[in-house]
């Protein structure tokens, strides 16, 4: 996004005539008019950005809660175009090791695979697959020189009768291996046309240069890679939170090729959080998304001091009591539209994050002027959000809870910091989220199919081509609570839920 002049917006003169009310409105007190369209819903660009260098298929993240973002999600969101920003509620390694799990997830040549060598013992070699933890059974053997001799894999381990044995003795000889120029589409006929899970690649001496694991190789062909969120190297975009002056924590992403981090608070428009920005900005070359804010001289602030994306926010999330706990905060349509304005002036992309209950909420938001919107409690439930399902009342259900949350700040350091207690002992926590649970919704492409083809459908009805133009055409109508009663199903009994409508009980 270039920094831009001001233009005059069909919603601007509704924005203007609430904010001389002094009043602010959120999701629910408005809906978007319908207006001339030669658009069809599945003809639409979903294209955005998350921050100024870090794109997305479809405009949603997920949010970096512990109940809802870790590497399978991470992984999840940007298969299918979006984005997960990692929750640090743990320790900086293992962080990283998630982000690591996300970057590598299509990475079909391995560069620097694990080899044992010839005279290693089957006890040494199983020794070291468990301290690792090695999820896999297959490695090249090479000879003192680096050199390719074979290569042993499960069946090997399985039929080994005396783990004193040498790799160099149970080991198969007879190895397919490719030259250093082979393509993955190569890589992969050969390993059909031979049936090896595993394909060494070697340069002239024999030397190992990397391996193609058929696993990896064939999810990679098998779908269809236009659709995901990938960088220049070809590696799905991942991102992840950060405290406030938290650089080993950053240094350790980035090792991992982070592609973005998240200084993520509850209130970023502070001292801390701005100096934490500056320092990143003038030391690392990396998008940084402050957040929180819900005030448009909050944006001006944090975009001087460099941000490449601002998170906006305060409250509106479904486990949020920050509102009733601090007595601060905007309606969140309203913050949208105030930050946005002020930062399209910087150039500087808005994520709307917190209080999306419906599909119909994310063109909501994004008509107000957001680029991207996160979401928390519309995808907790779903197998890809961390933790296990629970039984209860006949039902499947998975925990959602506040980052601000007693059990979330009890358990870990990042949530004390979030939330600006990380010296307050256990019984002094001030609580501003709560803990709960959310219907087990199954598979994250089903969920987030419903959600992408609602915000398809709103932009068809507002006759906008892409995101720009939804921002640009968007134009609201506020609804009395009649009207909101008229919007959902009424005067009946609902025999049967469609996957995108329930209401939570
Ligand atoms: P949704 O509505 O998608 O909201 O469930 C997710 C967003 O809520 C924020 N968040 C919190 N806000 N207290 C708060 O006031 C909390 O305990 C809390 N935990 C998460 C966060 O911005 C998230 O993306």
Redesign the pocket.
């Given at each position: 996004m270039p920094k831009n002049k001001k233009k005059e917006l069909p919603k601007d003169k509704f924005f203007k005539k609430v904010e001389e009310m002094k009043m602010a409105l959120t999701f629910d007190d408005v809906r978007l008019k319908s207006g001339y369209s030669e658009i069809m819903p599945d003809q639409v660009d979903l294209n955005s950005k998350f921050s100024k260098n870090i794109p997305l298929k479809i405009p949603l993240v997920s949010?970096?809660?512990d109940t809802?973002t870790e590497h399978q999600m991470g992984i999840g969101m940007a298969l299918l175009g979006g984005l997960g920003v990692i929750h640090k509620n743990m320790a900086p390694e293992e962080q990283a090791s998630k982000v690591a799990k996300v970057k590598y997830y299509l990475n079909g040549f391995i560069d620097k695979p694990i080899c044992v060598r010839q005279n290693q013992t089957v006890a040494e070699i199983l020794r070291m697959k468990e301290e690792k933890e090695f999820s896999f059974n297959t490695f090249p053997v090479v000879d003192g020189n680096n050199r390719l001799v074979g290569i042993i894999s499960r069946n090997d381990f399985d039929f080994c009768q005396e783990n004193s044995v040498q790799a160099k003795e149970i080991m198969s000889k007879s190895v397919i291996s490719a030259p250093k120029e082979t393509g993955l589409k190569k890589a992969y006929q050969i390993m059909i046309d031979s049936k090896k899970k595993v394909l060494p690649i070697i340069d002239k001496d024999r030397k190992i240069v990397g391996i193609y694991v058929f696993r990896d190789v064939s999810r990679i062909m098998m779908k269809n890679p236009a659709g995901y969120n990938t960088d220049k190297s070809g590696q799905l975009i991942a991102a992840a939170a950060i405290g406030v002056n938290d650089f080993e924590r950053l240094e350790m992403l980035i090792e991992k090729k982070v592609n973005a981090v998240v200084i993520?608070t509850?209130h970023a428009d502070t001292k801390s959080v701005i100096e934490t920005l500056k320092e990143i900005k003038k030391n690392y070359k990396i998008d940084v998304i402050a957040?929180?804010v819900s005030e448009a001289t909050s944006v001006k602030r944090l975009a001087k001091a460099g941000a490449d994306g601002i998170?906006v926010?305060?409250?509106?999330?479904?486990?949020?009591?920050?509102?009733i706990v601090a007595g601060i905060?905007s309606p969140q349509l309203s913050a949208v539209y105030k930050c946005s304005k002020e930062a399209f002036k910087h150039g500087i992309p808005i994520c709307a994050?917190?209080?999306?209950?419906f599909s119909g909420d994310i063109p909501i938001a994004i008509g107000a002027g957001a680029s991207s919107v996160?979401?928390?409690?519309?995808?907790?439930g779903t197998k890809e959000a961390p933790g296990d399902v629970i039984f209860r009342d006949g039902r499947q259900w998975k925990i959602?809870?506040?980052?601000?949350?007693i059990g979330?700040m009890e358990e870990h350091k990042g949530?004390r910091e979030?939330?600006l207690q990380s010296s307050s002992a256990k019984k002094e926590l001030v609580?501003?989220?709560?803990e709960g649970l959310k219907p087990y919704k199954g598979e994250l492409n089903k969920v987030m199919f419903q959600y992408i083809n609602g915000l398809r459908r709103g932009m068809g009805y507002v006759g906008a081509g892409n995101i720009e133009e939804l921002r640009d055409k968007a134009d609201f109508i506020r609804i009395s609570g009649a009207g909101k009663d008229e919007s959902h199903p009424h005067n009946v009994i609902i025999t049967r839920e469609p996957p995108n409508y329930s209401i939570d009980r």
């Open positions: 949010a970096a809660m809802v993520d509850a957040g929180n998170k926010g305060q409250g509106p999330g479904s486990i949020c009591t920050t509102r905060g994050d917190g209080g999306i209950k996160m979401m928390g409690g519309m995808l907790s959602y809870r506040g980052m601000g949350s979330a949530s979030r939330y609580a501003e989220g709560v």
